[in-house]
Structure formats: structure tokens, C-alpha cells
């Protein structure tokens, strides 16, 4: 999974998120918009239980803030207000 933001008004140089796994499993935007948290998986059976592997990166930059490999979960969000990270 790679996926690449290019800002054409700003003509800013491309934000790049790039995931540890082949499949994106979740994907969600943190209530203020400055985290961008994914979930990926090896194959389909990740909903099945197999583990996955949870990236959060920074939304603005593209850097990378957290990775948990061997996450038990396929779906991400956060809490409404920000504080949590829910899977």
C-alpha cells in the first residue's frame, strides 16, 4: 500500500504513506486531522483473527509515529475526542 498527497496549490512536495503489509485492513483520520492510523494485512484471514499490523502516521508530514506488528485487528478509528485509538 503506498499512497501519495500532492498539494497543487501550496506546490508542496508529496506526503507519502507507505504501509508494512500488501493489504490496507482500516483507515482513519483522527478527529483534528494531524494522525492518519491504518491497519494492514498479509492476507484476507486478517478478519478471521489472523494479526495484523497497525501503523500511525503523521498526517502533514507522512512521518511515521507509531507501528505495532502483531495487532489483533483490522478495523481502526479513533474517539471522538482524539484521545483514543480504537480497533
Known amino acids: 500500500f503506498l499512497h501519495i498527497e500532492w498539494d497543487v496549490t501550496a506546490g508542496r512536495p508529496p506526503v507519502t504513506f507507505a504501509g508494512p503489509e500488501p493489504r490496507l485492513a482500516g483507515l482513519a483520520l483522527s478527529p483534528d486531522g494531524k ?5 494492514f494485512a498479509k492476507s484476507d484471514r486478517t478478519y478471521l483473527g489472523e ?3 497497525l501503523v ?7 512521518a511515521e509515529r507509531l507501528r505495532v506488528p502483531g495487532w489483533n485487528g483490522a478495523v481502526v478509528g479513533y474517539s471522538s475526542d482524539g484521545s483514543r485509538l480504537l480497533s
Not at 500511525?56 to 507522512?62: I, Q, Y
Open 51 to 53: 494479526p495484523s499490523t
Open 56 to 62: 500511525v502516521w503523521d498526517a502533514a508530514t507522512g
Open 35 to 39: 494522525e492518519l492510523a491504518a491497519t
